[in-house]
């Protein structure tokens, strides 16, 4: 049989949310013994994660009970949780205790209507004991009757246990076709392009035979799916070469690198949008369509829905934005001494943008139109070195800097693995 897609679970967990520190690498803790043999070679344990059952080493009492007589009550829309207690038969004075008791660490009255309440009386009484509040699937309040009619609440919170899963795809007809094949969620495709935008070209460049994977968190909550994470690393092969990123955290800001250390993100995005087709690259001479006259074409169009958001290719300064003639709405970036970008036929720019803003790169700036002498909604894409207009789609963009030398060693330690759970094993054409 033919298989295009598949998931393995490589079988060891992260020991928590809170391990993704700044530290850049941290412990695994393992979940089952089959774990990818070349996953463990050096890393390391440390003595407390050696607990293999994930029941036993969460003590924490569980989010339900069956001890009680169980109601169940929810604030409705336009209304508080005062109201929805009052409304449950319980003394203004006992609200007010239970406010109090959270107030440290949670303000009731932010709760949100629809959130389930549980309120748990004794079986034999029906004095009630405990109310419960879900917040989330992650927080839970408790607040509990003591003695002498005092309240003492506490938060019960869960932390999804995180998986590392690698998914493989090979391109037939698009990227999104193969990665929702193999169960990659839209958001990680999108993360997947972004990791890769100063390399690859994902509107124009790929075609069939191409092929893909990831290594990306899967967090679960009491043994079931809860949400995914992050990408850690990636692979895309286009037409045979193997691009590859491996995620690392450097200075507390999360990157991606090559398997090398060599920063994966450009000193340029390859776009200035994300999903756009090409209608007029650059040329010295060209027929003008509403001038009718040949002149020039010294930037790139894309063509692109109006509305479509425009992304600075580079940090940089603004150095002038507003009407520009022929360009309409125009924006013109300065990145350093010798490079600058500009962007015409806006619809509009993002609010708050002025003369002299900082602009980072990938930030939206205005969003596509076709404002100044445009034909349909499109934007105009000029690169300057120097002062002078470049082909943006025929320069060799220079690259960020790479990874600090007393990183690296830490850095080759997660890349090794992670390269090795990138090849392409279980993929069969
Ligand atoms: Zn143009």
């Known amino acids: 049989m033919k298989r295009n897609s598949t998931q393995r679970n490589l079988g060891f967990a992260l020991a928590g949310l809170v391990a993704i520190s700044l530290s850049g690498w941290y412990t695994w803790s393992y979940m089952k013994k089959q774990a990818i043999d070349l ?6 344990i440390t003595e407390s994660d050696y607990e293999p059952e994930v029941e036993d080493a969460d003590p924490r009492p569980q989010f339900t009970s069956s001890a009680f007589h169980i109601t169940t009550i929810s604030v409705q829309k336009n209304s508080s949780i005062y109201t929805t207690f009052q409304k449950a038969g319980i003394d203004s004075a006992v609200i007010h205790d239970w406010i109090a008791a959270c107030a440290s660490f949670y303000n009731l009255s932010s709760i949100a209507a629809g959130v389930k ?57 698009s990227l999104w076709e193969s990665a929702a094949k193999a169960g990659l969620h839209s958001q990680a495709i999108y993360e997947l392009t972004d990791i890769f935008s100063s390399q690859i070209d994902f509107e124009r460049e790929i075609h069939g035979g191409d092929s893909w994977s990831v290594v990306i968190e899967k967090r679960s909550l009491d043994g079931k799916f809860y949400d995914w994470g992050k990408i850690h690393a990636a692979r895309y092969t286009l037409s045979d070469v193997d691009h590859k990123a491996v995620l690392f955290t450097v200075n507390g800001k999360q990157a ?65 934005v507003g009407w520009q003639n022929g360009g309409g709405n125009s924006i013109r970036i300065r990145h350093n001494s010798t490079y600058e970008t500009a962007y015409r036929h806006m619809s509009r720019f993002s ?52 990874l600090p030398k007393d990183q690296l060693l830490a850095f080759k330690q997660k890349s090794k693995k992670m390269v090795a759970l990138l090849q392409k094993p279980d993929i069969q054409s």
């Not at 996953?39 to 390391?44: C, G, P, T, Y």
């Not at 009630?128 to 019960?156: D, M, N």
């Not at 790139?300 to 992304?311: F, M, N, S």
């Not at 349909?376 to 790479?402: C, Q, T, V, W």
């Open 39 to 44: 996953v463990q070679e050096d890393v390391q």
């Open 256 to 320: 991606y690198f090559t398997p090398e250390g060599e920063s994966l993100s450009g000193m340029f995005l390859k776009s200035p949008l994300k999903f756009s087709r090409i209608t007029s690259t650059f040329q010295v001479k060209r027929f003008h369509p509403i001038l009718k006259i040949n002149r020039p074409h010294h930037g790139v169009d894309y063509a692109a829905a109006t509305g479509t958001p425009i992304h600075a290719v580079a940090d940089g300064r603004v150095e002038s």
């Open 117 to 173: 309440i549980e309120m748990r009386a004794a079986k034999d009484t029906e004095e009630l004991q405990e109310v419960f509040i879900e917040v989330s699937p992650l927080l839970g309040i408790l607040i509990q009757r003591q003695p002498h009619q005092t309240w003492y609440a506490e938060k019960l919170e869960k932390t999804p246990t995180m998986d590392l899963v690698a998914m493989e795809g090979k391109i037939e007809s």
């Open 351 to 402: 609010s708050g943008l002025h003369k002299n803003s900082r602009v980072q790169q990938g930030e939206v700036i205005g969003y596509v139109g076709m404002t100044g002498l445009a034909t349909a909604p499109h934007l105009h894409f000029e690169f300057y070195e120097n002062g002078k207009y470049m082909d943006p789609l025929g320069i060799k963009f220079p690259r960020k800097e790479s």
